[in-house]
T-cell receptor, first 115, second 110 residues
Framework: NAGVTQTPKFQVLKTGQSMTLQCAQDMNHEYMSWYRQDPGMGLRLIHYSVGAGITDQGEVPNGYNVSRSTTEDFPLRLLSAAPSQTSVYFC??????????????FGPGTRLTVL | GQQLNQSPQSMFIQEGEDVSMNCTSSSIFNTWLWYKQDPGEGPVLLIALYKAGELTSNGRLTAQFGITRKDSFLNISASIPSDVGIYFCAANSGNTPLVFGKGTRLSVIA
């Protein structure tokens, strides 16, 4: 198993550009999520999904869109990048369902700089 | 929203020393987890706690789920250089999204 994979590893954008951060998992996990990590702020949840076709907002969703057309993939879209979106982005996945513990597996991260 | 207060923010210790860090909340949670993040990597799960009062070990690491369900601590015994990193507590109830603490940055001086 590859686990959780993220592409690209590094990205530099200009203000106003759009891009998609890719995330895929091969563990057949229902639950997937996106976090951003900023110095001194820990991990903040952007969006999450409890299964294909279902997404919901986290703590900091503004400026980001997500979709979940398959169990395996959960892309994060930046529609018009802003310098405030400079951060390290982590995708995570876990099992989900009644009585199942939410133990998340994280990808290696995408380091995004917006100029 | 729910918050986890993690302390200390950072620690500098000598190799061989024991380490203790904790996480508290004003909310009750049914699950507490501890993650470690190495530089340039994603967080990796160290220990998961499912029952109030539970004490669980993973090698030199020991974590406890507080009896009030509002706190947890992580101890590392006999620290070594590879213990360097950021340690995060996280918690949730049922299938709600995980809430993360802001992390404890551990530095080990050889």
């Amino acid at each position: 198993n590859a686990g959780v994979t993220q592409t690209p590893k590094f990205q530099v954008l200009k203000t106003g550009q759009s891009m998609t951060l890719q995330c895929a998992q091969d563990m057949n996990h229902e639950y997937m999520s996106w976090y951003r990590q900023d110095p001194g702020m820990g991990l903040r949840l952007i969006h999450y999904s409890v299964g294909a076709g279902i997404t919901d907002q986290g703590e900091v969703p503004n400026g980001y869109n997500v979709s979940r057309s398959t169990t395996e993939d959960f892309p994060l879209r930046l529609l018009s990048a802003a310098p405030s979106q400079t951060s390290v982005y982590f995708c995570a996945s876990s099992r989900s369902g009644p009585g199942v513990v939410n133990e998340q597996f994280f990808g290696p991260g995408t380091r995004l700089t917006v100029l | 929203g729910q918050q986890l207060n993690q302390s200390p923010q950072s620690m500098f210790i000598q190799e061989g020393e024991d380490v203790s860090m904790n996480c508290t909340s004003s909310s009750i949670f049914n699950t507490w987890l501890w993650y470690k993040q190495d530089p340039g990597e994603g967080p990796v799960l160290l220990i998961a706690l499912y029952k109030a009062g539970e004490l669980t070990s993973n090698g030199r690491l020991t974590a406890q789920f507080g009896i009030t369900r509002k706190d947890s601590f992580l101890n590392i015994s006999a620290s070594i250089p590879s213990d360097v990193g950021i340690y995060f507590c996280a918690a949730n109830s049922g299938n709600t999204p995980l809430v993360f603490g802001k992390g404890t940055r551990l530095s080990v001086i050889a």
